[in-house]
């Protein structure tokens, strides 16, 4: 019922839009219709050392695969983020840090970070990093991570942040594949009021033998914590900041070089490094971040999500500084101290966008309208999400609490591996559907196919792809060619697969459905089943698991479990307590387990294959719904399994 409502566009925002509905009607064509000279054009926007020649040169043909973009221009992330802003901007606010204490804030103008970013990357030269070394980031939401990632931009290192909820195991594994002989870190973090003991976490890492030798462990100092010191590894961050020169010529690299990687789960094996490059990658998070926020000269943007995900990367630092705005860190969590935390940042900063995640949404929902009080939020005018659907519910409370029924909201859909946004409104020219992404962006191409791979059209439902390559696309899985062609590009040949499932309704909207494979999105995380399953086979006593995912009023998706135990082993409460701390030690507290079902026998196919599609049926509490069972190798492990099916 509520899928049905409309929200045209809000006619006082209009009057400020930099974008109308016929304005993104033609340059959309246009986009389409001659990317090269679109996509040349709006190059333009960065500064370039070496002006480009060439504008896209992609093909998805399987065997001929290749994605470039601008690849004969010459520039430097951080010089587009910082040094061009100097003439005019010098003094302007880049950074607004909000700590976890809500007395504490500090502003940290495009001069200034400058000066911070120059000499850390000096610092980084010092300690040996080269362009092109992989330095990892282990860090708290502070504004010396920001400086961190720029100072690796600055000299050409390639960072790879790791979300500081990440445990010291699936850290290890990301020093280990990136091959990373540098770390930067902080004694301890801080969320919520609860301390994060990272440099702890940082040395067991480095304590498994895979794990390369690692030269340089930066700290910095964020809470004086004691913390276990390696002579001759381990150095601090404001000691080395001393005596650094703030003269550091930032490195003039090929747009198609590397930017970062950044570690994601897929539907099988480890993480994967997805690797983003420099040109193709700046050009569309600054657009992006532009137009989908009509971000305009003076506005506070705030976007609440952390620098270890993508959204951090490219909508908290490189498309907002692209564009020369101030643009929020945020250290805390929506509901610390109080539930009206969202809104007292948004007062005390007078933010005009905030971008934030459905789960968080929910969350603030649950705690009724008035979380909110005592708090106005009239500064804002766009709301945004990102991360899995929002339910029309939550978008509907969204829109009348927190933007006082005066904010469009950007239903942004897009992934790690998409760089930036690629299908949502344009607050001046879409009209709204709350539960729906809308309309494709600039250059995007999306398309529906059934699983046979046959473009459907109209008003259909299926997988979603996308036909033809944009500038922010991910370039490669890092040391892995091979499984970035198999995973994308091999399921419908020609397209990019995105994993996701959907419905494009009459208008042409598109509704996303959520993941079709086995990658499960919990509180916006994304994370592999293959991943949680093998952490929990690493303890003795499981001798097989299957992971699910069901549905989660507030995470959106919940993890279900069912594990089958080696004979002879009791399932008992203590031992249920272990698989879940198992999961946490080898992944993090993201991955804890919501429900574990134990299970005398999984339901599988004669040739051994797990039938998951059946166990996510029991764990939606839809077993009577569950299809097709005649394939099973033994039919009478489901009834079993659904009378003693676990509460949730
Ligand atoms: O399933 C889609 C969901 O999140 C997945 C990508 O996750 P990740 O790479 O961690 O990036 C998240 C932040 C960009 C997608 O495959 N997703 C993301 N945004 C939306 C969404 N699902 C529905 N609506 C969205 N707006």
């Excluded at 219709?33 to 500064?47: N, Q, S, V």
């Excluded at 962006?441 to 046959?454: H, K, L, R």
């Excluded at 473009?455 to 944009?470: C, F, Q």
């Excluded at 203590?574 to 992944?587: H, N």
Aim: glycine share 10%; net charge negative.
């Amino acid at each position: 019922m509520t899928q049905q409502q409309v929200y045209p566009v809000n006619e006082t925002f209009k009057k400020r839009a930099l974008i109308d509905r016929a304005q993104y009607d033609a340059m959309y064509a246009e986009s389409i219709r001659d990317p090269d000279a679109f996509w040349g054009k709006h190059g333009k926007r960065l500064d370039w050392m070496k002006p480009y020649t060439k504008v896209k040169n992609t093909t998805y043909d399987y065997d001929n695969l290749s994605i470039k973009w601008y690849e004969d221009g010459e520039l430097n992330a951080a010089a587009n983020c910082l040094d061009r802003h100097l003439e005019k901007r010098g003094d302007k606010t880049a950074l607004i840090f909000e700590g976890d204490e809500p007395s504490v804030s500090r502003h940290v103008s495009y001069r200034e970070l400058h000066e911070e970013v120059s000499k850390f990357a000096n610092v980084l030269k010092s300690l040996g990093v080269n362009k092109g070394d992989v330095v990892t980031i282990y860090m708290p939401m502070i504004v010396e991570t920001a400086v961190a990632m720029l100072a690796c931009a600055r000299i050409g290192a390639i960072h790879s942040v790791v979300f500081g909820g990440f445990s010291p195991e699936a850290l290890g594994a990301r020093i280990e594949n990136g091959k990373s002989r540098f770390v930067i870190t902080a004694d301890e973090g801080v969320r919520g009021g609860r301390k994060i003991p990272l440099k702890a976490n940082v040395d067991k890492s480095l304590e498994g033998s895979n794990v390369p030798a690692v030269d340089s462990v930066v700290v910095v100092t964020r809470t004086h914590a004691d913390i276990d010191w390696k002579d001759g590894r381990d150095v601090r961050y404001e000691e080395l900041m001393k005596d650094a020169s703030s003269d550091c010529p930032p490195e003039p690299m090929n747009a198609e070089d590397p930017l970062f990687m950044l570690y994601t789960s897929g539907s099988t094996g480890t993480p994967k490094g997805v690797l983003h490059t420099t040109g193709g990658y700046l050009v569309y998070t600054s657009m992006t971040h532009e137009y989908v926020f009509d971000y305009q000269e003076n506005d506070v943007y705030w976007c609440t999500a952390d620098f270890g995900w993508i959204t951090g990367h490219s909508y908290i630092l490189y498309g907002p500084l692209v564009n020369g705005a101030t643009t929020v860190i945020f250290e805390g969590v929506p509901n610390y101290p109080d539930a009206s935390r969202f809104g007292q940042v948004v007062d005390k900063h007078r933010i005009n966008v905030l971008y934030t995640a459905p789960t968080a949404v929910r969350a603030l929902m649950a705690q009724g309208d008035d979380c909110m009080a005592g708090t106005t939020r009239d500064s804002l005018h766009i709301l945004g999400t990102v991360g899995e659907p929002i339910n029309p519910e939550a978008w509907e409370w969204y829109h009348r609490v927190i933007g006082n029924s005066n904010c469009p909201i950007v239903d942004t859909w897009w992934q790690t591996e998409t760089g930036g946004i690629l299908i949502t409104p344009l607050p001046g020219a879409t009209d709204l559907k709350p539960g729906s992404a809308t309309l494709p962006f600039f250059g995007i191409q999306p398309a529906v196919v059934d699983s046979d791979g046959n473009v459907l059209e109209g008003k259909t439902e299926g997988n979603l792809v996308i036909l033809d390559s944009w500038p922010g696309q991910m370039r490669t899985i890092f040391g892995d060619h091979e499984r970035f062609k198999q995973t994308y590009f091999s399921t419908y040949k020609g397209t990019y697969f995105t994993g996701d499932g959907v419905r494009r309704d009459e208008d042409g909207y598109y509704w996303i459905t959520g993941r079709v494979d086995d990658v499960l999105n919990v509180s916006g995380h994304r994370l592999g089943t293959a991943e949680v399953e093998s952490a929990l086979v690493s303890h003795d006593k499981v001798a097989e698991a299957a992971v699910v995912g069901y549905p989660h009023e507030i995470k959106g998706q919940g993890i279900y479990v069912y594990v089958t135990l080696v004979g002879g082993a009791e399932p008992t409460e203590e031992l249920r307590q272990e698989l879940v701390q198992t999961v946490r030690q080898e992944i993090g507290p993201l991955a804890s387990p919501d429900v574990i079902q134990w299970a005398p026998g999984l339901p599988k196919t004669r040739s051994g294959k797990i039938m998951r599609r059946i166990l996510r049926k029991i764990a939606a509490n839809e077993h009577d719904q569950l299809g097709d069972t005649s394939t099973l190798a033994d039919p009478g492990v489901v009834d079993e399994l659904i009378e003693h099916r676990a509460f949730q």
